[in-house]
């Protein structure tokens, strides 16, 4: 059983930054891969970024490729999303999810979620 509680959102300036982190309860969390997924009002949810069990591999959407860096520490167990330029578009509700099979980009191929963080860009 994974428990996953994301932090770190808030109301930012676009141009600005965040980190967001996700961070797990369980003994086996350093064998799962872990995705960032949003979701706006009237939106399906999406894959935003994910990493691999060990960190070694990590995997973005192209809306937030070069913006974005995922890692993870599992000494922490704790995965983060830095998210920097942020804009306007990247206003969502940000969920964090664990599979056992490893990163994939859809959502029911996830174990586990958290309940989400909201991000909010104000141009």
């Known amino acids: 059983q994974v428990q996953l509680v994301e932090s770190g959102g808030g109301l930012v300036q676009a141009g600005g930054s965040l980190r967001l982190s996700c961070e797990a309860s369980?003994?086996?969390?350093?064998?799962?891969?872990v995705g960032w997924f949003r979701q706006a009002p009237g939106n399906e949810r999406e894959f935003v970024s994910g990493?691999?069990?060990?960190?070694?591999?990590?995997y973005y959407a192209d809306s937030v490729k070069g913006r974005f860096t995922i890692s993870r520490d599992n000494a922490k167990n704790t995965v983060y999303l830095q998210m920097n330029s942020l804009k306007v578009e990247d206003t969502a509700l940000y969920y964090c999810?664990?599979?056992?099979?490893?990163?994939?980009?859809?959502?029911?191929?996830?174990?586990?979620w958290g309940p989400g963080t909201q991000v909010t860009v104000a141009s």
């Open positions: 999810a664990a599979a056992k099979v490893g990163v994939r980009t859809t959502v029911y191929e996830y174990d586990y």
């Open positions: 369980g003994r086996t969390f350093d064998t799962y891969g």
């Open positions: 990493v691999s069990s060990s960190g070694s591999r990590s």
